[in-house]
């Protein structure tokens, strides 16, 4: 105990069984490596460009940032280059590198450093970085490079499965879209390496599966309801890298297990009203940070009394 009887208390991650957070955050990038090997696959230069560019913009932001603020470099614990990774499976193989560099920028510099670091931070780096290019857009339309374009072969002549379900037209077929289909943002080539991804973080005691679990049965149950086919919704967009590895976030979640269940059920009803009422966009960005704005009520609002502690009026 520390003085005055109190429990020590420290912000997240809360990481247990001797993980160090090194090792925690090497696990992660571990449980990415089939999804962005994957997308190496189909997209050749273009993805490894991406990557490359979007990991060593979030390192040299870090460095900058924290530079800035008196403080001294943590790229040690791999946080940094692990949103660049993040925040460029978020992005098209063709989409304009200046982009996916400017939403590095935002997601470590802002949303992860000037909230107060790893931790401390209310909304996940990667998806606020996206979606904050996603609404800047109109601004750096105007001067931002196009997308530069490394390998001579033409890649990406198809729309993606959620552009298509939502048009309309045919679709591919079950498996295809499972295995890896060509089509998207990096992380839509392969649900199947997303699981893949999540099943060795659960292997390693990372994650728990209640949020996701409650995300995919509640765009089953909202698509059955509403005509969809739930299975297309499922390994279309960006709900598998959302759900598995997003929303399962150790600083950006609930912690207690009631809070975790209205914070899946709220965003799989979000994401549904996205898909089927609203527009096309990020509706999985968009509903896990609009979420993670609610966390710290959520957990209020189901946390366990301690033992004797009166209940208030």
Partial sequence: MSQAGKLPVSSAPYLKDNYFLETAMRDVMIALLPIS???????????????????????????????MM?????????????????????????????SAVMATVIGVGVAKELSGGLGLNRFNPALFGRVSMILLTPVFAAFAPGALTLSSVEIVTQAS???LLGSGME?????????????????????????????YLKHRKHIKLRVPLVIFATVVVIALATGQDPIYHLLSGGLMIGALFMATDWVTAPITYSGRVIFGLSIGVLVMIFRVFLPPTEGVAFSILIMNAFVPVIDKATRHLAFLEPKEA
């Fill in 70 to 98: 008196g403080k001294k470099p943590s790229l040690y614990d791999g946080s940094a280059v692990l949103t660049g990774l993040f925040v460029a499976l978020l992005y098209q193989p063709t989409a304009p590198w200046f």
């Fill in 37 to 67: 090997l994957v997308s190496i696959f189909f997209y050749g230069a273009n993805a490894i460009f991406l990557i490359a560019i979007c990991m060593a913009t979030a390192a040299l932001t870090e460095v900058a940032v924290r530079k």
């Fill in 171 to 199: 679709m591919p077929s079950y498996g295809e879209m499972f295995i890896g289909f060509q089509g998207g943002a990096l992380s839509e080539s392969s649900p199947l390496a997303l699981i893949a991804g999540a099943a």
């Fill in 161 to 163: 499965p959620l552009a």
